[in-house]
């Protein structure tokens, strides 16, 4: 079930309704039926692969819990094994496969590893991520374990956050169950305006944006450099909002029913070092590989080449985590390669800086590096969004092509035209970043929410239907899937 379609928007009017109106005690039970029904409305069958794992972690806790000795280690293994098992199998084997019979072709040894053919169960790598936090603060000894089996399901199938995240903490979500939460006009009004936001987000920009990304990258041989650097950036701006406009429905969502779910998203794209933009992109997964894998790695507690190593190595698995292909592995590596070289590098450019006396222009530093990190990004999302390592390197080695053909506006707008776009659709989506842009940076000093909130009634209730009325008007209702339901 899509959060951008009418059979959600009925489906979160009758659960919510009838949260409000079911007695306390019974509240996860029907939160438990909604979550099954919204996860089955997409492929039915793909609920045993969640009941398997919910069994499993259930029990791995409780003798987690129960056990003293060194046995215990063996349950965290158990449920390790069996949740990525799953992952492996789904996501990973055909393209383990693929490379096991590449390389034995490579060297004249004739096999042929059959293939699965076989969807992979939408967000099985966020649940995954989540029922594993759980099982490893149990052994950790931070989180007491889950003794209500239905309630342990909730936490791993809570609709809101269940395909795309965010990717929550025991610690954070699991007590939140069992308190009661009351009707709060407030709080309600915000979560849907909340929700409002993150749905402009989603059919506004990301999937007007995805028509031009869509049609360039599908076939990136049949365009030249404009047009290249056009869809790239529009892929920047595309998967932000249409990430992040998730996360926000189901913040708002959750928020509605009086949970609390974690920020994922605090404006990537204004971050002044790769560092800094990690902190900011996809919050509950990059604190999930720092607390699960980095920090178990030795972190920076280690000789400065393991540390380097650790970074790296991190944002590999990352990289992997997003998908089976070896374009998100080179991602993966880029980043990683970005955070080491701005660290070795930190003293040179400080050095140079300077020298140069750009330390007198603080303004202007800040916009720079928020420009170089924006074009770092976007160079490693040519190879997020490329199809094939092929498709990939021909953007690379072509983004600067074409350009002696531009001789006038007219032949920028014939260019505009080969991509099925026109001057005025063109206008709406630069429009529609603007806005999302100087929101963004009223948010920097005030909640633009509260913001809207503290104004007089003829003003909040203009804003809302100016953004309902710019919603219909122009977002694109072709049901678009999110683009992190693959992952």
């Known amino acids: 079930m899509l959060f951008n379609s009418l059979q959600f928007g009925y489906f979160f009017i009758i659960v919510t309704t009838l949260y409000f109106v079911t007695p ?24 045993l692969i969640l009941a398997f794992t919910i069994l ?24 390790i094994i069996a949740n990525i098992g799953v992952l492996a199998v789904f996501k990973y084997y055909n393209f383990i496969d ?21 969807i992979l169960p939408i967000g099985l790598s966020f649940h995954t991520f989540q029922a594993m936090s759980y099982t490893i603060e149990v052994y950790r000894g931070r989180q007491q374990a889950e003794h209500n089996l239905g309630i342990y399901a909730l936490y791993v199938m809570f609709y809101p956050q269940l395909v795309a995240g965010p990717i929550e903490r025991p610690q954070n979500l699991l007590h939140q169950f069992y308190e ?105 997964l990059s604190t999930w590989f720092r607390d699960y894998l980095y920090i178990s790695l030795g972190g920076n507690r280690v000789k400065i080449p393991r540390w380097y190593f650790n970074l790296f190595f991190v944002f590999l698995v990352s990289g992997l985590w997003h998908g089976a292909n070896w374009t998100f592995v080179i991602w993966g590596a880029l980043h990683g390669f970005y955070l080491i070289f701005s660290i070795v590098s930190a003293k040179s450019r400080k050095i140079i800086s300077d020298i140069i006396g750009l330390y007198k222009y603080p303004s202007l530093v800040k916009i720079l590096q928020v420009i170089i990190v924006f074009i770092l990004t976007d160079f490693a999302w040519i190879f997020f969004r490329a199809q094939n390592m092929s498709d990939a390197l021909y953007i690379i080695t072509h983004v600067f092509s074409g ?49 809207i909130s503290a104004k007089p009634i003829w003003v909040r209730w203009s804003a809302y239907y100016a953004i309902i009325i710019y919603i219909i008007l122009f977002g694109v ?7 992190y339901f693959q992952f």
């Open 24 to 47: 306390h005690k019974m509240r996860w039970v029907l939160l438990l039926g909604s979550s099954i029904y919204f996860y089955m409305a997409l492929i039915p069958i793909y609920i």
């Open 56 to 79: 499993i972690d259930y029990f791995a806790g409780i003798f987690l819990e129960k056990l003293k000795d060194n046995n215990r280690k063996w349950f965290l293994v158990l449920s």
């Open 403 to 451: 350009f002696n053909q531009i001789h006038s506006a007219s032949n920028i707008v014939y260019l505009l035209k080969e991509l099925d776009l026109t001057l005025y659709e063109f206008s709406i989506a630069l429009f529609s970043i603007a806005i999302l842009e100087i929101l963004q940076l009223k948010q920097r000093k005030i909640r633009v929410r509260d913001y």
């Open 98 to 118: 693929s490379n096991i019979n590449f390389l034995f072709h490579s060297f004249g040894i004739n096999t042929s590893i059959p293939f699965i053919n076989i």
């Open 180 to 284: 009661k939460h009351y009707f709060d006009y407030k709080r309600v009004t915000d979560g849907l305006k909340l929700m409002a936001w993150g749905l402009f987000k989603k059919v506004v920009i990301a999937d007007r944006l995805a028509l031009v990304v869509n049609q360039v990258y599908n076939s990136p041989s049949n365009y030249v450099g404009l047009q290249l650097d056009l869809a790239t950036i529009f892929f920047a701006f595309q998967i932000y909002c249409d990430f992040s406009g998730y996360s926000d429905i189901a913040i708002g969502a959750a928020q509605v029913m009086g949970f609390k779910l974690m920020n994922n998203f605090n404006m990537p794209y204004y971050s002044k070092s790769i560092s800094e933009f990690w902190k900011r992109w996809h919050i509950s």
């Open 477 to 483: 209702f072709n049901k678009s899937q999110f683009i």
